[in-house]
């Protein structure tokens, strides 16, 4: 069994909704499962802030947001640190990010395993 850490996003001020470039997705390999950690480092406001983790099937098909499926969801309403299991990876991983338009910082940290 192996673990590989990958920062999926260093820490980003984002002032509205978007998504992660499909070219700047993390591709997984051999890994079926991981374990995302977010860190919220600032939020402006009030309101739910939503990361949405987010997997594809062939990352060089993946051209629109149509192809992405999302296998987890964290919320923020202030800053902190949260988790997510998610056991069934696809080709790549990336996050959506859902504000209700106030500057909020994040960061994610990746760990993919090959344990099955």
Request: hydrophobic share 40%.
């Amino acid at each position: 069994m192996s673990r590989q850490r990958v920062v999926l996003q260093k820490p980003i001020t984002l002032p509205a909704t978007t998504a992660q470039l499909n070219e700047d997705a993390v591709q997984v390999g051999d890994n079926t499962k991981a374990v995302v950690f977010a860190n919220c480092y600032a939020v402006g406001g009030t309101g739910t802030n939503t990361v949405n983790l987010q997997t594809c099937a062939n990352l060089e098909e993946s051209t629109g947001a149509s192809n992405w499926i999302t296998i987890g969801t964290i919320t923020f309403t202030g800053t902190g640190s949260k988790k997510v299991v998610i056991t069934d990876l696809g080709d790549a991983i990336r996050w959506s990010f859902t504000s209700p338009g106030t500057a909020t910082t994040f960061g994610l940290v990746v760990f993919l395993t090959d344990f099955q």
